[in-house]
């Protein structure tokens, strides 16, 4: 791919231009372009890349593996977030997996070129700097979640995430597997499906082979009031 193509994609993102507007000739012509089908792996945990990945299109799930093969689901990333941040700059190994959820198209650059671009770019600089900021708040808050409160708080929580500015009486579709939640909140698929069990009893939702429908969001709201004094 030529850098008029790169130039192309970097002005159709919006999310991706805010952060690469300023980037100057001589870095651009270094960026590679790369794509990956649902359920690549695209990093392997404890592995080196000497890579900085910014999302075009696609989703991708962040993980980290235990010794026993369970695995515990950090963050899902989208168009405009980027991937290799934390450790480029001292060429350490990835600390989780990082695998396609679907078909996928990515922007990389090669860490040389990366720290380059940095010294060069003060906009991008402070751009980065803030979203890894952003990410490391994000990712504190989940911790702490994930310590302090009942398993059903977080889902419900979790769920109630999609209801945002969206009418309590038109059914929300979550497409998102059980099996998928154990892994978020790192618990066994037993304790999800008692959670879910019970608020698909409530009324609240409906559960699907390959989804979670939000029949109520004012009733998920009330079961996770509730589940704070449980």
Excluded at 54 to 72: D, L, P, Q, R
Excluded at 178 to 193: D, G, P, Y
């Amino acid at each position: 791919m030529n850098i008029e193509d790169i130039i192309n994609i970097i002005e159709s993102n919006p999310n991706i231009y805010e952060m690469m507007k300023y980037c100057p000739f001589e870095i651009l012509k270094h960026w590679d372009y790369q794509e990956y089908s649902s359920g690549s792996i695209i990093c392997r945990q404890g592995e080196r890349y000497d890579l900085f990945l910014v999302i075009i299109k696609g989703y991708i799930n962040i993980y980290y593996m235990a010794e026993n093969g369970k695995k515990y689901i950090q963050s899902i990333y989208k168009e405009g977030n980027f991937i290799g941040e934390l450790e480029i700059f001292e060429g350490k190994p990835y600390i989780c997996y990082v695998e396609s959820l679907s078909d996928t198209k990515l922007l990389q650059l090669k860490q040389k070129h990366f720290l380059e671009w940095l010294n060069l770019d003060r906009y991008a600089h402070s751009f980065i700097t803030k979203e890894i900021c952003n990410q490391f708040y994000d990712l504190s808050q989940k911790a702490a979640e994930d310590t302090l409160y009942s398993l059903k708080k977080r889902i419900c929580n979790y769920l109630l995430s999609y209801c945002l500015n969206k009418n309590d009486h038109i059914p929300i579709k979550i497409n998102l597997e059980k099996e998928q939640l154990s892994e978020m909140f790192a618990v066994t698929s037993r304790s999800v499906n008692r959670i879910l069990k019970h608020l698909k009893e409530e009324g609240a939702i409906e559960i699907k082979l390959d989804s979670i429908i939000i029949k109520s969001s004012s009733l998920l709201a009330k079961e996770e009031k509730e589940s704070l004094y449980d």
